[in-house]
């Protein structure tokens, strides 16, 4: 009896404060709904004690870890706030949709406690890939067989984290990969402006060096062969003058063609 | 006569299943392009540089030209890792038509299945 007029009377003043009270009235006009998520509400204040497992069950006598408990409900997400999208992960398998799905609920509840902002799975459109060879080994040139692979794939995008926590999600994927599902991830960082004009501007090895080569062949990934041309160039052999005689010893030493047939005879 | 392949027992074998003398002679040409692919860019940079002086070009092509024929990237040829068969090899997979139906029906081929339409 007195738990249910107490639980009348909390809604009484709850209607009456919400309907009459000017005061409430002003405060619902002026109040900003808008989400806010601040470290308050995101974590637990300092030295809190903070529950990592559920109750125990009755039939083993044992609690559940919290984030256990959590697979029965759906994927929780951080709100995009800022929209930068910091990485891509592509996720590929020939066989099925069942293990893409499971492992990209694992990648985005580990992006959750991550604090990072996701979005996804997106499916995207399937590759086929097919070929078409001959039947037997010899002949029968006719008859054929097709054969084909497809390629299922998931995108995972994710938002506004710094790069390093991006890493620790990677690695996570790293550590427990799922046999028969392959990762890909695509990072994105912002530069400055500043860095296209220092790209356009001559380097003082270009300077010094106008003809031969310049200062990016030397950082490419052939960078050995930009060195190896600046070895050679150092070499007489290839700075001297030309002279018409030893353009005439040069293509003496070429292999001279044969004789004709008629000469022979 | 010198030797068509000089060298050729120094270098190691592949590790397929089966080594035909058509795949030991192609793996000498990948092992001896390899060791010489820094030299053969830089001559044929130096032969193609419009920039450059006429003599040092024609010094390059001539060097190049001098280098054995098996330092030649176009003497490179896929082959079948598994019979070292040279025709119709699917590059995918690196086997030949013939190994490949085998291997596919096998299940061996990862998400390879026959299809029809």
New interface residues.
Partial sequence: MLSRSLASLAATTRFVGRRYSPALRFYSQSVDDTPVFSEKHLYPAANTFVQSSTTPVPATNRPIPLNVALTDVAVIRHPVIHGDKVAEITLAS??STKDLDFYADFLLRAAFYLKIPAKGPTPLPRKY???T???S?FVQAKSK???????YRRVIKLYDANPEVVQILLSIANKYPLA?VGVKAVLYTNESAEVVDAMDLPSDFELENP???NKVHLDAA?G??AH??L???KDP??????VSEQ?QE?SA??PTEKPAKKDEQ | MPPRFPGLKQVPLPGGPKNTTYIIRDNYKRHMYAENE??R???K??AH?T??????R???Q?QL??MPHYTRPTEIKNRCIESGYGR?V?K?FRVC??K??EL?LKGE????????W
Avoid: C
Avoid at chain 1, 237 to 242: A, G, I, V
Avoid at chain 2, 51 to 56: A, D, H, Y
Avoid at chain 2, 109 to 116: A, M, N
């Fill in positions: 020939f066989m890939k097919k070929w060879v001959i039947r080994p067989q097709n054969f084909e692979r497809v390629t028969g003809l031969a080569i052939d050995e062969v190896k041309v070895e050679l160039l052999r290839f700075s001297e003058e030309l353009v040069k030493k070429k | 820094v030299a860019k830089a001559l940079y130096l540089n920039s450059l002086p006429m003599k040092t024609l010094e390059a001539l030209h001098q119709s699917i995918e038509r013939i490949f139906r596919a081929l990862p998400g390879v299945r026959s299809s029809s």
